[in-house]
């Protein structure tokens, strides 16, 4: 059973830094990043496969968010830099065991409970 928990969030002023992290047990060979805002969808921000043999970063981060897996701990990084408040949301980190592809293809059967991301002005 795969368990994942993420870690890292907080409070940080626009143009700021943030690294989250993603402790997770199991076999995760697909890992993502989503986030979600009150009263949105939640939406898919990164993926990765194999500890980097192919990444994806949705437009609206691109730049500005990299994500990143360490294969021997199966930890699952997101740096974010110039942090927009738009950026505020809820992060999950989420995986599946098997190959990454688009959003509407795949499906994520793990999930962690959230860390909370707050930009202000």
């Known amino acids: 059973q795969v368990q994942l928990q993420e870690s890292g969030g907080g409070s940080v002023q626009s143009g700021g830094s943030l690294k989250l992290s993603c402790a997770a047990s199991?076999?995760?060979?697909?890992m993502a990043w989503f986030r979600q805002a009150p009263g949105k969808e939640r939406e898919g921000v990164a993926r990765?496969?194999?500890?980097?043999?192919?990444?994806y970063t949705v437009d609206s981060v691109q730049g500005r968010f990299n994500i990143s897996q360490d294969i021997t701990t199966n930890t699952l990084y997101l740096q974010m830099d110039s942090l927009k408040p738009e950026d505020t949301a809820i992060y999950y980190c989420?995986?599946?065991?098997?190959?990454?592809?688009?959003?509407?293809?795949?499906?994520?059967?793990?999930w962690g409970q959230g860390t909370q991301v707050t930009v202000s002005s």
């Open positions: 989420a995986a599946r065991y098997g190959l990454c592809g688009a959003w509407s293809l795949i499906t994520f059967d793990y």
């Open positions: 199991g076999d995760t060979r697909c």
């Open positions: 990765i496969y194999g500890g980097g043999v192919t990444t």
